[in-house]
């Protein structure tokens, strides 16, 4: 084991760690938010800071409230539309039927 330079368990930069480097730490208060699916978030704000009224859920992405008994309502997600679903939207089926048959008779026009 001879010849290895520094200590184990350490890196490069450590240093001592405590108050007296890095300061210390502002007052804080431990916020709890809830989510429809009943998850508990809890996050450590400074006294003086503002919470926001909203905080979303590290476990299942929903959107967590202050009120464990009154949580906020899930966002309705739009469900994945492919192209053909929007131009759906835009034309009937008898519009798409007539553009389909000026494009291919263009096609078949410059062959």
Not at 18 to 25: A, Q
Not at 31 to 52: K, M, Q
Not at 67 to 88: E, F, I, K, Q
């Amino acid at each position: 084991m001879a010849g290895r330079g520094g200590i184990r368990g350490s890196q490069v930069g450590a240093g001592p760690m405590g108050e007296n480097e890095r300061g210390e730490l502002a007052p804080r208060t431990v916020v709890s938010f809830w989510c429809a699916n009943g998850h508990e978030v809890r996050i450590g704000f400074a006294l003086e800071a503002d919470h926001p009224d909203v905080w979303d859920c590290p476990k299942c992405g929903l959107i967590a409230g202050l009120d464990r008994h009154n949580v906020p309502a899930p966002a309705s997600a739009a469900p994945y539309m492919t192209h053909l679903g929007y131009l759906r939207q835009r034309r009937s089926q008898e519009e798409g039927d007539i553009l389909l048959e000026e494009a291919l008779a263009k096609l078949r026009g410059s062959v």
